[in-house]
């Protein structure tokens, strides 16, 4: 089972013990769960963990549950590895691949991140958890308490995508719709948490999220037989996907599983709300809250990552970059995987489409390139902003336009 030995801040360093409730450290950084990794190559190889659930618990030394009835899984990760037929071919990138986190429970990687989150809660004996989300985290938490038996306080902007809000009403959730952004959810969270007995399981205000998270960091590696691409695309809104890939990167060349090569890792965010990609263009190290925040991209809808520093720190010492796309691109990107590909991926994951385009004709990425596009959510989730591409017809006019035929 797990090799965790304790949790440290990514800001001060400070120790903490592991199995122990923890938000933030005092000096406001986030926690990250260290292993003894010595231990887990001795006990554990890339040969037997294929042995293990096909799931991303098939990585459980790394994970932080101790007792594995503490285990809630609805079948979360191991999500298809997809070779491009005719998208790479059409951009020019001849080796492209498509992670396609849209089949995970509750349409989105998400799930990863709150399997791990909530398992941790069940062990170490939380009744009551609640979020602030843009949506799809909300989904998640909601499917996971409900299948843990606890109860979910979930703040969501009034409007996220239909699927989500629906979602977590028929996980029998609690959800306050609140008339602004993301932050000011986690503000109201944060504001009732100690009068109402809730654990805040916002991103990176709890240290197990972006455990279940980086697992998509050994995936990847396992689906390529053990070798990293040259390039991950990522579209960044807490960016703890990233910041856990990059984790989990460390940890399997700690457990000599890969060499010290290291992907450029690319966060693609969109003009409406694009802090990193700022911060990373003017060589700061934190980024700024962007004011305005809009996007369809939901999860892109992040104005003021917590996880900024830890982002933008992997992103430099990968040679990587930060990249904005507006959303007319990225909606053409996520339909183009659909004509492509068949897969009906997210506004965020066409974003990654729309970069990767633009990273080609500048020159950034070469065409023999091996490069990881992320599809972090199910395009059915979304169908709002799909629906000003294709409008239904109303009329009966119309829909003899739209290609409506009275069967006779
Ligand atoms: C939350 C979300 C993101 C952003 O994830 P981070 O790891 O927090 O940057 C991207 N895509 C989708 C579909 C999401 O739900
Ligand atoms: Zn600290």
Redesign the pocket.
């Known amino acids: 089972m797990t090799t965790v030995t304790h949790l440290e801040c990514s800001v001060c360093g400070k120790r903490r013990e592991a199995a122990k409730v923890h938000n933030l450290c005092e000096c406001s950084g986030p926690l990250l769960v260290l292993y003894d990794l010595e231990q887990a190559k001795a006990t554990w190889s890339r040969d037997t963990l294929t042995k293990g659930p096909s799931s991303m618990w098939r990585y459980a030394p790394v994970l932080p549950v101790r007792d594995q009835a503490s285990i809630i899984s609805l079948g979360e990760g191991m999500t298809p590895m997809l070779e491009t037929r005719r998208l790479g071919a059409r951009l020019g990138a001849r080796d492209l691949w498509v992670k396609d986190e849209g089949l995970n429970p509750t349409g989105?990687f998400?799930a990863r991140g709150l399997s791990c989150a909530v398992s941790m809660c069940v062990e170490l004996g939380i009744h009551k958890v609640a979020i602030p989300s843009?949506?799809?985290?909300a989904s998640a938490l909601a499917a996971y308490a409900a299948a843990a038996g606890i109860e979910a306080h979930i703040f969501m902007p009034r409007d996220v995508p239909q699927s989500n809000y629906i979602e977590c009403k028929a996980f029998g959730a609690h959800v306050t719709l609140v008339d602004g952004l993301i932050s000011d959810c986690g503000r109201m969270v944060a504001e009732r948490k100690d009068v109402e007995g809730w654990f805040d399981i916002s991103?990176l205000k709890e240290p197990y999220r972006i455990e279940g998270?980086k697992t998509m960091g050994y995936e990847v590696a396992e689906q390529l037989d053990w070798t990293l691409p040259d390039a991950i695309f990522y579209?960044?809104?807490?960016?703890?996907?990233?910041i856990g890939m990059w984790k989990a990167f460390g940890e399997m060349e700690a457990l000599g599983w890969i060499s010290n090569k290291r992907p450029k890792m690319i966060a693609v965010q969109t003009e409406g709300c694009q802090p990193v990609v700022r911060a990373f263009e003017r060589g700061e190290s934190k980024s700024e809250f962007w004011e305005n925040a809009h996007t369809v991209a939901a999860?892109?809808r992040v104005p003021k990552p917590l996880g900024d520093a830890l982002m933008l720190d992997a992103i430099r010492k990968s040679g990587g970059t930060a990249i904005a796309v507006s959303d007319e691109e990225l909606l053409d990107g996520s339909l183009e995987l659909g004509a492509d590909e068949g897969i009906f991926a997210?506004p965020?994951g066409g974003a990654c489409v729309a970069a990767l385009r633009k990273l080609l004709a500048s020159g950034f990425l070469k065409p023999e390139e091996r490069i990881v596009l992320y599809n972090?959510?199910a395009g059915l989730k979304y169908l709002e902003a799909f629906s000003t591409r294709f409008p239904r017809a109303t009329s009966s006019e119309q829909d003899k336009l739209g290609g409506l035929i009275t069967p006779r």
């Open positions: 989105s998400k843009a949506g799809n985290a991103t998270k579209p960044a809104g807490g960016g703890v996907g990233l999860g892109l997210a965020e972090t959510g």
